[in-house]
């Protein structure tokens, strides 16, 4: 089997695939995307161990043979008892077992309370014969204008998976679904991913972390660290190796870096440690881009 990674992900791919029991062959790196080929063993039944066992047995002596034979049977023969007697006294436990007594949840609530403002009286002013100084006008100083709240214009989407502690840099990894048509002959598509980018910079605080847009949920299942087992599990290897690249050449929309740099594989918050790779699995440009925090 051979998978391409995009640049910055080999070795998820690697613990991705191996934890389902492939062994990696080889490893063809390149500029944005590294083939990994991958062999897996298939496991020898039962029938094979059988014919192995019984060709070792065929090479002792005779008389071993029968030996070996006899010490079976009678290890059988004691198992046999030994069953039988566990089963008599499981069978003869059950009836003076006690049955456990429930315990009752407990729940706890949050209560608050305001403390009431007692009335206070005002004191009244005394009249006064002492002349009252004029007051001085002052020109005040023009107020700038208030910046406009924050708000969200871009496309719909959906976070449906964070994956945390990812890359030496430790960062949460957002898997991003968004049901949008995206225009690709037009520059203009890049401008909406940007826009969702920054909003999940905005609800987070900050700039350091790892986006991945997608249009198709089955991607973000398929390759989350925190989902693909469960995804093989219900949808099959093959759909995983075969379909899934297939989804990627136009569903995987950007993947964004933040706060590490890919090249040296170290944290870092230069200019070069934010970026945004264009549709990893079509035509792979990568743009140096930062998001900028609006303020509320």
Request: proline letters at 7%.
């Given at each position: 089997?051979?998978?391409?990674?995009?640049?910055?992900?080999?070795?998820?791919?690697?613990?991705?695939?191996?934890?389902?029991?492939?062994?990696?062959?080889?490893?063809?790196?390149?500029?944005?995307?590294?083939?990994?080929?991958?062999?897996?063993?298939?496991?020898?039944?039962?029938?094979?161990?059988?014919?192995?066992?019984?060709?070792?047995?065929?090479?002792?002596?005779?008389?071993?043979?029968?030996?070996?034979?006899?010490?079976?049977?009678?290890?059988?023969?004691?198992?046999?008892?030994?069953?039988?007697a566990v089963a008599v006294a499981v069978v003869g436990g059950d009836d003076a077992s006690e049955q456990p007594q429930p315990t009752a949840a407990s729940e706890?609530?949050?209560?608050?309370?305001?403390?009431?403002?007692?009335?206070?009286?005002?004191?009244?002013?005394?009249?006064?014969?002492?002349?009252?100084?004029?007051?001085?006008?002052?020109?005040?100083?023009?107020?700038?204008?208030?910046?406009?709240?924050?708000?969200?214009?871009?496309?719909?989407?959906?976070?449906?998976?964070?994956?945390?502690?990812?890359?030496?840099?430790?960062?949460?990894?957002?898997?991003?679904?968004?049901?949008?048509?995206?225009d690709f002959s037009s520059r203009a598509y890049k401008s909406q991913v940007k826009e969702i980018i920054a909003d999940i910079a905005h609800e987070q605080g900050?700039?350091?972390?790892?986006?991945?847009?997608?249009?198709?949920?089955?991607?973000?299942?398929?390759?989350?660290?925190?989902?693909?087992?469960?995804?093989?599990?219900?949808?099959?290897?093959?759909?995983?190796?075969?379909?899934?690249?297939?989804?990627?050449?136009?569903?995987?929309?950007?993947?964004?870096?933040?706060?590490?740099?890919?090249?040296?594989?170290?944290?870092?918050?230069?200019?070069?440690?934010?970026?945004?790779?264009?549709r990893p699995y079509a035509t792979s440009e990568i743009e140096k881009w930062k998001p900028e925090l609006a303020d509320d």
């Amino acid at each position: 089997m051979t998978v391409k990674a995009i640049r910055g992900r080999e070795g998820a791919t690697k613990t991705k695939w191996q934890n389902q029991g492939w062994e990696l062959m080889e490893e063809r790196p390149g500029t944005l995307r590294t083939e990994l080929s991958f062999r897996k063993v298939k496991p020898k039944g039962f029938g094979a161990y059988l014919a192995q066992g019984y060709a070792v047995f065929r090479r002792f002596e005779p008389r071993t043979q029968k030996i070996l034979v006899s010490g079976l049977g009678g290890l059988l023969a004691v198992l046999v008892i030994v069953g039988i007697a566990v089963a008599v006294a499981v069978v003869g436990g059950d009836d003076a077992s006690e049955q456990p007594q429930p315990t009752a949840a407990s729940e706890k609530s949050s209560e608050t309370s305001e403390p009431s403002a007692a009335p206070t009286e005002q004191p009244t002013e005394q009249p006064t014969e002492q002349p009252t100084e004029q007051p001085t006008t002052e020109s005040a100083a023009p107020e700038a204008p208030a910046a406009a709240p924050y708000s969200y214009a871009g496309p719909a989407y959906k976070v449906v998976t964070i994956d945390e502690n990812q890359t030496p840099a430790a960062l949460s990894q957002y898997w991003i679904v968004t049901k949008s048509s995206f225009d690709f002959s037009s520059r203009a598509y890049k401008s909406q991913v940007k826009e969702i980018i920054a909003d999940i910079a905005h609800e987070q605080g900050t700039t350091d972390f790892l986006a991945e847009v997608v249009t198709n949920r089955e991607i973000a299942q398929a390759e989350s660290p925190s989902t693909y087992e469960a995804f093989i599990a219900q949808r099959g290897m093959d759909y995983a190796i075969r379909t899934i690249p297939e989804l990627e050449v136009l569903g995987w929309v950007a993947s964004y870096t933040g706060g590490f740099d890919r090249d040296t594989g170290k944290p870092s918050d230069a200019a070069s440690a934010y970026e945004v790779l264009w549709r990893p699995y079509a035509t792979s440009e990568i743009e140096k881009w930062k998001p900028e925090l609006a303020d509320d």
